[in-house]
């Protein structure tokens, strides 16, 4: 896994926002009420809520406002914080101010401003530094992911058969049944069989795109990747999502780390469980996720290139979305 990390002596971690585009809430996933950015601006549908949450700023403005705030320091490389203010629980505490949709929290780091991270509670807020709060991974050593609840998007979970419905649209098949039902929600991320009503779809299309998934037939599905369907109902034990992730950690010395897993929504990267694992066998005391999918990237502002680049082409030019990591030294720009 591609890493940038406070451990190296003067290195700090700066959260930077565009404040003005950070969503005040409510946002809801799958067939809800229109999205709400901030106040007065209503949208309608998830994608246009993406294209909302870009900016015209890039890593190089990013970068730019941040010299102008830190002058005394010079950026090293910025990571995406896309979550921030497009999940709901994913908030953060910044210059006297929380930002973000509130919603379930699975944990929160601590970031002061010497680059030292620690875990605290998801309403804490420090006199210097920063909060950031997301789904958890790793607590006091161990794996530790949080409820099913703080991930807003089950794809992050779950992988899902991507289902053709009429000429042009599909859909994520179970989604919006899962999101809905927290218990049943739960089971499935257990890996336990689940039923789903089959409404919308049509038995062709769910089994082509059960294949393509490499979900298999079975008369009592009892593993991964296994379904049966009976009727209008489909039972199924869903396959681990795959997504590209960035996971921000704290090692037992207070070093900051944040972990990139590049790859592809729903095809490939890992799994969450094998993440939280993945950062316990590197050494992390904890973490929680911050970015996912096809906006996790890692550029070098040293050397003005791309580490991990953003899995979708057309993210490159509008990232990061309005929240990003800015490591950094103290040594001044240009200087060194």
């Known amino acids: 896994m591609p890493k940038i990390s406070t451990e190296p002596p003067r290195v700090r971690l700066t959260l930077c926002a565009d404040v003005e585009a950070i969503g005040e809430g409510?946002?809801?996933?799958?067939?809800?009420?229109?999205?709400?950015?901030?106040?007065?601006?209503?949208?309608?549908?998830?994608s246009e809520l993406r294209r909302g949450f870009r900016t015209a700023l890039g890593p190089e403005g990013h970068i730019a406002r941040f010299h102008a705030a830190h002058p005394q320091r010079s950026a090293i490389a910025v990571v995406g914080c896309g979550n921030l203010g497009l999940n709901a629980g994913v908030r953060a505490w910044k210059d006297g101010e929380w930002l973000g949709v509130a919603g379930p929290e699975g944990g929160a780091i601590a970031v002061?401003?010497?680059?030292?991270?620690?875990?605290?509670?998801?309403?804490?807020?420090?006199?210097?530094?920063?909060?950031?709060?997301g789904p958890g991974l790793v607590r006091d050593g161990c794996p530790a992911v949080s409820d099913v609840t703080t991930f807003a998007d089950p794809r992050h979970r779950l992988l899902f058969p991507y289902v053709t419905t009429?000429?042009?649209?599909?859909?994520d098949f179970g989604h919006d049944i899962l999101l809905a039902d927290p218990d049943l929600y739960r089971s499935a991320a257990a890996h336990r069989p689940v039923r789903l009503p089959i409404t919308d779809v049509?038995?062709?299309?769910?089994?082509?795109?059960?294949?393509?998934?490499?979900?298999?037939?079975?008369?009592?599905?009892?593993?991964?990747?296994?379904?049966?369907?009976?009727?209008?109902?489909?039972?199924?034990?869903?396959?681990?999502?795959?997504?590209?992730?960035?996971?921000?950690?704290?090692?037992?010395?207070?070093?900051?780390?944040s972990w990139i897993v590049p790859g592809l929504s729903n095809r490939a990267g890992?799994?969450?469980?094998?993440?939280?694992?993945?950062?316990v066998a590197h050494g992390a005391r904890d973490a929680i996720l911050l970015d996912n999918g096809g906006d996790v990237g890692l550029?070098?502002?040293?050397?003005?290139?791309?580490?991990?680049?953003?899995?979708?082409?057309?993210?490159?030019?509008?990232?990061?979305?309005?929240?990003?990591?800015v490591y950094s030294t103290l040594t001044p720009p240009g200087e060194g």
Not at 221 to 248: K, Q, S
Not at 303 to 311: C, D, E, L
């Open 26 to 46: 409510p946002i809801t996933r799958g067939d809800g009420p229109p999205y709400l950015m901030r106040k007065g601006q209503r949208i309608t549908g998830q």
């Open 112 to 133: 002061d401003d010497e680059g030292r991270g620690r875990r605290v509670a998801g309403d804490d807020e420090p006199e210097d530094g920063w909060v950031i709060t």
């Open 166 to 171: 009429e000429p042009g649209a599909r859909v």
């Open 202 to 257: 049509a038995h062709e299309a769910l089994l082509d795109a059960l294949a393509v998934k490499g979900y298999a037939a079975s008369a009592q599905p009892g593993r991964p990747g296994t379904y049966d369907i009976d009727g209008d109902v489909l039972e199924i034990v869903f396959f681990p999502g795959l997504y590209p992730h960035h996971a921000l950690a704290v090692g037992a010395d207070g070093a900051v780390t």
């Open 270 to 279: 890992t799994s969450i469980d094998a993440l939280a694992a993945q950062l």
């Open 299 to 325: 550029w070098r502002a040293d050397s003005k290139q791309w580490t991990v680049r953003p899995a979708e082409p057309d993210r490159e030019d509008a990232w990061p979305l309005t929240a990003c990591l």
